[in-house]
């Protein structure tokens, strides 16, 4: 008997308390309106990367001031869903750093999906898109949402493009921009140029390695000190794991760091998913990613090999502090809770618990200076925001730290379990 899912998250959101079974039901949120927050972003901002943001714009997909206008609007419209009730932008709201703040997200008729909807800032730098890499870049990330049936539901892209067609304004405008009616390859074409225009830096953290040293505390200073040593986070947070990197904070790789293996029985659902990825089906395993218990294999439910059981995607990890809850099933409430999580070197009967994953002893203080690190990773447009949820974070932590285990983590590293026979 498999038992999964995110109890927390239903139970929060459930609405039919009731035993009729199926999959839970919410109320999705109202499509938030474009706000001043959506548009695209300047280029001239401390911290970023110009080489890079160079390079990740593709040369077949050129950006052009209408085709990310065109992807704007379309990126805010109900109307690319089946009852015109779910946008990009409901799941991707940018007055909430481009999320939804909920543990998961909520789609059409109420569908809960399995897992946390990731910001889009900065989602151009990312070398694979989603939770498990599954999609290679925006353009073939944007065709799955509209068709996943708990997300946005029409039955295929065709249907989708041709309400979009039906819509006068944008007939012309796909005329304009492409020269040829709209289509689906064009469609994603301009919500993947929309996407690449929001670019997130100038934090505190950016003007500090800019060279400005007053621009975050002391504590956030001895914070990228452990972030680089003790607290091994540039591990994986990095793009080399010998020189400190403070450009996008991933290693681009996947890695099992023990995020919902207790609920799970990993092992056996991975038997159970076999055939479903021998299909090589794009948009069933998409299915499977966002709205069934296979969720939690992550990256194998993609490459079918035994090490990537429940392994993820290392996130970028600027603007966290207002793109939480966090990890890839939103199970984790606070910046204390992921400290205290790494700190324990969590993985107890894990058999694919990353070797980079140990206990870090990290005391009091050194955590709240990660947490500091962290928190000044948050761009100056979110800087109220961040200012207010650091404060409400921290008014929880200090009552309910559930991740903390000050015995594991001042312990040895626990062996790990062997995977279990063929
Ligand atoms: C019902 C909520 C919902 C809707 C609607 C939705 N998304 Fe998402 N989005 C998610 C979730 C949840 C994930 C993570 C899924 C996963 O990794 O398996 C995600 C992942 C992504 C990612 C990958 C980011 C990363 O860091 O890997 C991008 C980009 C994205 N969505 C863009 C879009 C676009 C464009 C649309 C509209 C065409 C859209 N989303 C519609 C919830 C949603
Ligand atoms: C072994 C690689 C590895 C190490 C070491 C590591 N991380 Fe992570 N980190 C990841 C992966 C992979 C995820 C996503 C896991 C998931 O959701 O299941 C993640 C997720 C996160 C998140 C949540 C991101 C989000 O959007 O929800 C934060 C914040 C974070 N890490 C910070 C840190 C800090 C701080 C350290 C050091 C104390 C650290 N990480 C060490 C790989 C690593």
Known sequence: MLSFGLEGARSQTRTTPDATAGPAKAQPRPIPEAGPLAQPKSLAQVGL????????ICADNPQTPEKIALGEKLFFDGRLSADGTIACSTCHDPALAFTDGKPTSIGINGG???RNAPTILNALYNKTQFWDG??????DQAALPIVNPIEMGPPNIETAVARIAAIEEYEQAFRRVFGRPPNGPDLVRTIASYERTQVSFDSPFDHFIAGDKNAIGDSAKRGWELFNTKARCNKCHALSKEKRDATTFTDNKFHNI????LRHNVVALARQAEQLIESGNTEAVDRAAVGTDFSALGRFLITK???DIAAFKTPDIRNILVTGPYFHDGSMETLWD???H???GDGLQDPYLDEDIQPLALTEPEIDDLVAVLASLTSSQYKEQGAKELGRQREIARTNRPQRDTARAFGPKPPRPAPPGP
């Open 49 to 56: 990367p110009v080489e890079l943001t160079r390079r990740v």
């Open 112 to 114: 809960v999906g399995q």
């Open 134 to 139: 599954r999609a290679k870049t925006l353009e």
């Open 258 to 261: 023990g995020i919902g293996i």
């Open 305 to 307: 090999k035994e090490a």
């Open 338 to 340: 992921i400290i205290d």
């Open 342 to 344: 790494y700190n324990k």
